[in-house]
């Protein structure tokens, strides 16, 4: 079993910075494309920043330039930085993780518990 342990968030100011943790543990053999997403109130979820084990990385178009993505293969943990948040960066936000857990398995989708954040204007 493999289990995201997400942590940061909270409530800021418009313009404030904000910096989300998700770590994994369990039976895992590799990580694959670490992911966040995040999901405001009436909407469907949607794709933040992503970035694969080599370090590529991909972001949402409204993000781009306010947030970064990064990883610790070390520790098995992604990071989300965010910078100049707006009022409509208020989300619920979840970390995902491809997760290989033996040499020879495909990979599988793990979800962090998610954790709010709330950007007052």
């Known amino acids: 079993q493999v289990q995201l342990v997400m942590s940061g968030g909270g409530l800021v100011q418009a313009g404030g910075s904000l910096r989300l943790s998700c770590a994994a543990s369990?039976?895992?053999?590799?990580?694959?494309?670490l992911g966040w997403y995040r999901q405001a109130p009436g909407k469907q979820r949607e794709l933040v920043a992503t970035?694969?084990?080599?370090?590529?990385?991909n972001y949402a178009y409204s993000v781009k330039g306010r947030f970064t993505i990064a990883r610790d293969n070390a520790k098995n943990t992604v990071y989300l930085q965010m910078n100049s948040l707006k009022f409509e960066d208020t989300a619920v936000y979840y970390c995902?993780?491809?997760?290989?857990?033996?040499?020879?398995?495909?990979?599988?989708?793990?979800w962090g518990q998610g954790t709010q954040v709330t950007v007052s204007s």
């Open positions: 995902n993780a491809q997760v290989a857990i033996t040499s020879s398995s495909g990979s599988y989708n793990y």
């Open positions: 369990g039976s895992i053999f590799s990580i694959y494309t």
């Open positions: 970035i694969t084990k080599g370090g590529s990385t």
